[in-house]
């Protein structure tokens, strides 16, 4: 019996929720998911420039987990590139470090604690249309315009 995941830990999310390619109409039933826990292993050592060790720990995972999720990733991001598929950043396993929400109508992204609620309006143009990022992109929350 296999024993159960252990949630790796996020400190960002994307700032889009996937890619399809131009000139084509998207298929989401051909589109390739890439999970949360794939995003932030390609973002720690790719982007970050971090050595895998480094991103284990930010993690919460080992430097070989943190091997095979990169691997699959950039498998993923291939077929999408070669294949001209559309691609979906959600899901996974994973607990987000800290509370993000983003207002709808400017798109002001908020970082709190987690322990603190989310804010009722917007600090930047006062709108009340604020979103959990959380919900869209771990639950895919098919509510707000990104997930729609």
């Known amino acids: 019996m296999a024993r159960a995941k252990t949630p790796r830990t996020l400190h960002d999310l994307p700032v889009v929720k996937g890619f399809r390619p131009m000139w084509m109409r998207t298929n989401y039933r051909q589109a390739i998911t890439l999970n949360l826990e794939e995003y932030e292993a390609i973002r720690l ?31 993923k991001l291939a077929l999408a590139l070669v294949e001209g598929r559309t691609f979906v950043i959600e899901g996974g396993s994973v607990e987000i470090a800290y509370g993000i929400y ?19 309006v917007c600090i930047a143009c006062g709108s009340e249309k604020m979103i959990s990022l959380e919900d869209c992109f771990v639950r895919g929350c098919r509510r707000c315009r990104r997930c729609r």
Request: with cysteine; net charge negative; aromatic share 4%.
């Open 102 to 120: 983003q207002c709808e109508e400017c798109e002001h992204r908020v970082q709190l604690p987690t322990d603190e609620p989310m804010p009722e």
């Open 45 to 75: 050592v790719d982007y970050e420039s971090m050595t895998q060790d480094e991103a284990g720990e930010l993690m919460g995972v080992s430097r070989p987990t943190v091997t095979r999720i990169y691997e699959s990733a950039r498998k």
